[in-house]
């Protein structure tokens, strides 16, 4: 019997362990993903109230620990940032702008490591971020930066429901009621995202609701 099959043989399931264990790890990586994107549909299109701003600040609180196991990875980042800003406009107040100003800080280290992560969704969530937050002197907004993100975003994902709709809304308050509402027509038509199908049903009836806002032609 040749010697060396022992080694090559332990060196082998030493190899196999890794790729289950790192196999594992990625389940759990998505799982956890998952959980946070359900739980941030739950939270933004159900409670109302103390529930909701209750619900944020658990999620917020989850979502920082999602992103501290998992160092290097733009899409905790992204989906800490998500929350963040959300929590920002259910709180409002002064505290709002703190927590836009750390999701902003979020969304742009999520930039630094893959810009293209989630379809560019960083893209899309600074973009909003920018347009919603007050401009100078209160906040950093700027509809101008926004156009950016929004147009860097719809260029990434050009049929995407979230680009397409954030950059409808965008021309809506720009009073562009014709370019709003090509965006939020193409937004309806988005193909379903899979295992974000209460994300899809709220954002719908988002878009439906500001379409209905435009005037007639």
């Known amino acids: 019997m040749n010697r060396s099959f022992p080694k090559f043989f332990a060196a082998l ?6 790729l289950t264990g790192s196999g594992a790890a990625l389940a759990d990586f998505d799982a956890d993903l998952l959980a946070i994107q359900t739980r941030w549909a739950d939270a933004n299109y159900s409670p109302k109230g103390d529930a909701k701003e209750a619900a944020f600040d658990k999620l917020m609180a989850d979502a920082a620990a999602f992103t ?9 980042l992204i ?22 100003k750390d999701s902003r800080a979020r969304l742009e280290a999520a930039l630094k490591i893959d810009p293209d992560a989630l379809q560019g ?8 971020l920018y347009h919603k937050v007050p401009g100078f002197p209160v906040g950093f907004g700027s509809d101008k930066k926004a156009k950016e993100y929004l147009e860097k975003s719809l260029a990434i994902n050009p049929d ?22 090509k965006y939020l027509e193409k937004a309806l038509q988005a193909a ?18 500001l379409l209905a806002k435009i005037p007639a032609r």
Do not use: C, H, M, Q
Request: proline share 6%.
């Open 13 to 18: 399931a030493v190899a196999l362990a890794a």
């Open 68 to 76: 501290a196991r998992n160092p290097g990875r733009a899409e905790p």
């Open 79 to 100: 989906w800490e940032g998500i929350v963040l800003s959300t929590a920002a406009g259910v709180k409002g107040g002064l505290g709002a702008l703190g927590l836009a």
């Open 121 to 128: 969704s960083a893209y899309t969530s600074l973009g909003t």
């Open 160 to 181: 995407g429901i979230d680009p397409n709709y954030f950059y409808g809304e965008l021309l809506f308050d720009d009073d562009d009621y014709a370019g709003a509402r």
């Open 192 to 209: 379903p995202r899979p295992n974000r199908l209460s994300a899809d049903e709220g954002r719908r009836k988002e878009i439906r609701a």
